[in-house]
């Protein structure tokens, strides 16, 4: 009894890593996805709701698994000929559209082919993935642009594009945008090119639009001394509400001193 009740276990165990094996999971969204098929054997499509109806499936027998109690989210698919390449769209009874190519591969090809596709939306992923990232407040974005890092839930895009500063004097640069679902990130560059004038950035007097969307600023100098100095230049971080836009940014730099030689006009460049 107990070796009958052993070969079972055993039996059961090898079903379950065969069948976890033999699966692999595809995701559709914009582009086909490709699902390699062998000329004589069956694959099994299973996707998350019933298929309404199939386009472009000739070279193909597609049915369900089950023909007496079908279900149409679990269906076979078997192609006609040794060879083909072909875009099928499978319209599910959600409307959405999964498009896959199904390539007929020679008989003994070394590329692996599975028994089982789990077709999912690709939309679907990205929500879960989504639910499983960790919130990033203000704080931990400001810190992150600080040292450079990614950040899990934004996309960083480069710019090195020149903006307006108000001044002639005064040289800025948009480095990187962080665009999250909560935030954004702004990381500006402020070179003062004046070989005459100090400036000076005052973070508290910032503004990003109206009404003001910044949350949070941080700037390595306060002081920017004359060109060709260390000390120069300067990086502004601004943390603010998502909705805005880098252009909008009313950046706070005048002059505070003047050259001996360069005393004419008021204190504003």
Partial sequence: MKNNLLKLVLTLGCICQSSYALSKTVYFGSAAEIIPLAYGTTTILRFEDPVKTISHAEGYVIKPVNE??????????????????????????????????????????????ESIYEVKSQKNLIESKAETLPFVGKLELMTAMIRGDQVNGFEI?????EVSS???????????????????????????????????????????????????????????????SSTD?????????????????????????????????????
């Fill in 233 to 269: 230049k300067t990086r502004l971080i601004v943390v603010t509400k998502p909705t805005s836009f880098y252009q909008d940014a009313v950046l706070p730099v005048r002059v505070v001193k003047k050259s001996e030689d360069d005393k004419s006009g008021g204190t504003h460049d």
């Fill in 157 to 161: 895009t480069k710019m090195a594009k």
């Fill in 68 to 113: 007496e109690n079908p279900d149409y989210a679990v269906l076979s698919v078997e192609p006609r000929s040794l060879s083909g390449k072909t875009d099928v769209v499978f319209i599910l009874t959600t409307g959405e559209m999964a498009k896959l190519k199904l390539s007929v591969v020679p008989t003994g090809s070394r590329l692996k082919l």
């Fill in 166 to 228: 108000g001044s002639d004097s005064a040289k800025v640069t948009i480095d990187k945008v962080y665009a999250g679902a909560e935030f954004k990130g702004y990381i500006y560059t402020i070179q003062n090119r004046s070989m005459k004038k100090t400036f000076e950035l005052d973070i508290r007097k910032l503004e990003f639009g109206h009404p003001n969307q910044a949350v949070l600023a941080y700037s390595e100098l306060t002081l920017l001394a004359p060109l060709g």
